[in-house]
């Protein structure tokens, strides 16, 4: 029986989805901070070594960084299937049912880490091998890779805690785990980068470790709050972890068209990555920065979009689906005007940013017309994100997984023509974000104008 002597349940007002989205927004920036740091230490990184530069340590991190943010979406959008599902029992106040999914949570991103480790050490050399030109970058974006995921299973573990306490209404716990691994990453990025405190000098090797550091520790952190969480025994967390078989099978239909769509996602990023490689070195470089700018302007989209996908499944658990539509246009409206007051800064002085950001003068020339168009498609990206995400907590997820496959193949089709048969500036490349985030804005509007979701039941 449902538990109700506790609540769970969410309203569809504005405090709610500030006391939600704040957290998580810091939560979400913190990581995305420490990787703008990344790029700092690194863009203003002279290698000794005449046979490696900085374009090659800046375009190497962004393309190895991309393989790994693929793997890691595939833990991400099981997460996100968990935090639908979770949501939609916290709508119901059914503490156990949140706790059994948890439990199989646990299993079943052990053994997905486990599985793309081993895969990973045979497929990434092949899949550079065939993408990248340079040499020097490829080998240099493999030693990355071969560092950074071995600290997969913390990774995964760390997001279905951040969707536990997002579902549970207790948001506030995910800051813990994110500035822990804020401070850790930046802090050996900076001491195994350069050498510091009588450490070895890195370089590009430092910064990988510095990364497993810190998803280590932000588990562990995560850990300890999840022992802190009120009324822990009511969910039973870790009190029965024996396999249920038909549980897991749920969890992976309802998780798997996510987990391909993210993967297309994070996949189709990569293959730009490839392509922009072809363009040069500076190009590259460029692009890395400006990937991290990307995370940074686009927190509090990802934030709200997180926070809309949990507040729509917890309303449906309520039967108050005539709230829903208010709510979504609520998001929007705070989200768009997050982005707008982010962005314009970096909008008007893009030089002055990239200037900080590396020494590399082609580097920021090459970055400053891109960088203009990165901060105008998070404007797009604040209000697709958050559509998308309701999406989602609708409950079809097949819908989504359609949906982000048409616009990659939109946007696929786009880069390819401009790269590789047009041979235009990198500027171009880049306004393929405007075809991704539009694509994606159109048709999760139409889908939750259609009412089709009403009748989805999980």
């Given at each position: 029986m449902p538990d109700t002597t506790f609540n769970l349940k969410a309203q569809a007002s504005l405090m709610h989805i500030f006391k939600l989205a704040w957290p998580m927004a810091i939560s979400i920036f913190i990581p995305q901070l420490s990787m703008l740091c990344n790029s700092l230490f690194l863009g203003n990184y002279i290698p000794e070594s005449d046979k490696i530069g900085t374009q090659h340590i800046l375009a190497a991190s962004g393309i190895g960084g991309i393989y790994i943010l693929t793997l890691t979406m595939i833990g991400f959008g099981l997460s996100s299937g968990l935090l639908m599902l979770m949501s939609r029992k916290a709508g119901e106040n059914d503490r156990l049912a949140i706790g059994?999914?948890?439990?199989?949570?646990?299993?079943?991103?052990?053994?997905?880490?486990?599985?793309?480790?081993?895969?990973?050490?045979?497929?990434?050399?092949?899949?550079?091998?065939?993408g990248i030109h340079d040499s020097?970058?490829?080998?240099?974006?493999?030693?990355?890779?071969?560092?950074?995921?071995?600290?997969?299973?913390?990774?995964?573990?760390?997001?279905i805690h951040q969707q536990f306490f997002l579902a549970t209404s207790q948001s506030r716990r995910i800051m813990v785990p994110a500035i822990t691994h804020a401070i850790v990453n930046i802090?050996?990025?900076y001491v195994f980068i350069y050498g510091q405190f009588n450490f070895a000098e890195m370089g590009l090797a430092g910064a990988a470790w510095a990364s497993c550091l810190a998803d280590i520790t932000a588990a562990c952190a995560g850990m300890i709050m999840m022992r802190q969480v009120s009324e822990r025994k009511a969910y039973r967390i870790l009190k029965a972890l024996a396999v249920d078989a038909k549980l897991i099978g749920y969890i992976l239909l309802k998780s798997s068209p996510l987990i391909v769509q993210y993967v297309l996602s994070i996949g189709a990023w990569l293959i730009f990555y490839m392509l922009v490689e072809h363009i040069g070195p500076a190009a590259s470089a460029a692009s890395q920065i400006l990937r991290s700018v990307f995370g940074v302007v686009g927190v509090a989209a990802w934030a709200l979009g997180a926070t809309c996908n949990s507040m729509v499944s917890n309303l449906i658990g309520q039967n108050r689906k005539e709230e829903v539509i208010p709510l979504i246009l609520k998001i929007i409206r705070l989200s768009l005007l997050c982005a707008v007051?982010?962005?314009?800064p970096l909008l008007v002085f893009p030089k002055w940013f990239l200037s900080r950001m590396t020494t590399d003068p082609m580097t920021i020339e090459t970055g400053i017309v891109s960088l203009r168009i990165v901060i105008l498609a998070t404007w797009i990206?604040?209000?697709s994100t958050?559509?998308?995400?309701?999406?989602?907590?609708?409950?079809?997820?097949?819908?989504?997984?359609?949906?982000?496959?048409?616009?990659?193949?939109?946007y696929l089709t786009y880069t390819f023509q401009v790269v590789e048969f047009w041979h235009l500036p990198l500027h171009w490349a880049w306004c393929s974000e405007f075809v991704y985030w539009l694509s994606l804005l159109l048709m999760s509007a139409w889908y939750l104008r259609s009412s089709k979701w009403k009748q989805i039941v999980l």
């Amino acid at each position: 029986m449902p538990d109700t002597t506790f609540n769970l349940k969410a309203q569809a007002s504005l405090m709610h989805i500030f006391k939600l989205a704040w957290p998580m927004a810091i939560s979400i920036f913190i990581p995305q901070l420490s990787m703008l740091c990344n790029s700092l230490f690194l863009g203003n990184y002279i290698p000794e070594s005449d046979k490696i530069g900085t374009q090659h340590i800046l375009a190497a991190s962004g393309i190895g960084g991309i393989y790994i943010l693929t793997l890691t979406m595939i833990g991400f959008g099981l997460s996100s299937g968990l935090l639908m599902l979770m949501s939609r029992k916290a709508g119901e106040n059914d503490r156990l049912a949140i706790g059994g999914l948890m439990n199989q949570g646990y299993l079943i991103t052990s053994a997905f880490s486990v599985t793309l480790i081993l895969i990973s050490l045979f497929l990434a050399p092949t899949l550079l091998q065939w993408g990248i030109h340079d040499s020097v970058i490829r080998e240099a974006a493999l030693e990355f890779i071969g560092i950074r995921y071995w600290s997969l299973p913390f990774l995964f573990i760390n997001q279905i805690h951040q969707q536990f306490f997002l579902a549970t209404s207790q948001s506030r716990r995910i800051m813990v785990p994110a500035i822990t691994h804020a401070i850790v990453n930046i802090y050996f990025d900076y001491v195994f980068i350069y050498g510091q405190f009588n450490f070895a000098e890195m370089g590009l090797a430092g910064a990988a470790w510095a990364s497993c550091l810190a998803d280590i520790t932000a588990a562990c952190a995560g850990m300890i709050m999840m022992r802190q969480v009120s009324e822990r025994k009511a969910y039973r967390i870790l009190k029965a972890l024996a396999v249920d078989a038909k549980l897991i099978g749920y969890i992976l239909l309802k998780s798997s068209p996510l987990i391909v769509q993210y993967v297309l996602s994070i996949g189709a990023w990569l293959i730009f990555y490839m392509l922009v490689e072809h363009i040069g070195p500076a190009a590259s470089a460029a692009s890395q920065i400006l990937r991290s700018v990307f995370g940074v302007v686009g927190v509090a989209a990802w934030a709200l979009g997180a926070t809309c996908n949990s507040m729509v499944s917890n309303l449906i658990g309520q039967n108050r689906k005539e709230e829903v539509i208010p709510l979504i246009l609520k998001i929007i409206r705070l989200s768009l005007l997050c982005a707008v007051v982010i962005g314009t800064p970096l909008l008007v002085f893009p030089k002055w940013f990239l200037s900080r950001m590396t020494t590399d003068p082609m580097t920021i020339e090459t970055g400053i017309v891109s960088l203009r168009i990165v901060i105008l498609a998070t404007w797009i990206l604040s209000v697709s994100t958050v559509c998308f995400n309701a999406v989602v907590g609708t409950g079809n997820t097949r819908v989504n997984m359609y949906i982000e496959m048409i616009a990659i193949v939109l946007y696929l089709t786009y880069t390819f023509q401009v790269v590789e048969f047009w041979h235009l500036p990198l500027h171009w490349a880049w306004c393929s974000e405007f075809v991704y985030w539009l694509s994606l804005l159109l048709m999760s509007a139409w889908y939750l104008r259609s009412s089709k979701w009403k009748q989805i039941v999980l």
